[in-house]
């Protein structure tokens, strides 16, 4: 269970996963952001690599995809590596 979100056991399903991205984080209190604001990249280091947080863009492992509530998809932030 990631941040109250559940993988569903079924063995067909689509479920989240663990991966390495760069995401566009406004404020950096944040435990999940929109998968628009989110590039899924090969590893940390292609992460690190492409980051800026001086526009935003940080380095991190995320967790997902996964829909609100609302229907939005998202992506739960498990590590931040260069806030």
Do not use: C, W
Request: a negative charge; zero cysteines; hydrophobic letters at 40%.
């Amino acid at each position: 269970m990631v941040n109250g979100y559940s993988l569903d056991p079924h063995p067909r399903a689509n479920f989240a996963k663990e991966q390495f991205a760069v995401a566009r984080i406004p404020r950096i209190k944040r435990d999940r952001v929109p998968a628009t604001s989110v590039e899924i990249v090969e590893d940390l280091e292609a992460a690190m690599a492409q980051s800026n947080p001086d526009n935003q863009h940080y380095a991190v492992k995320v967790a997902g995809p996964a829909r609100s509530s609302e229907g939005t998809m998202l992506y739960y932030i498990i590590e931040m590596y260069n806030a």
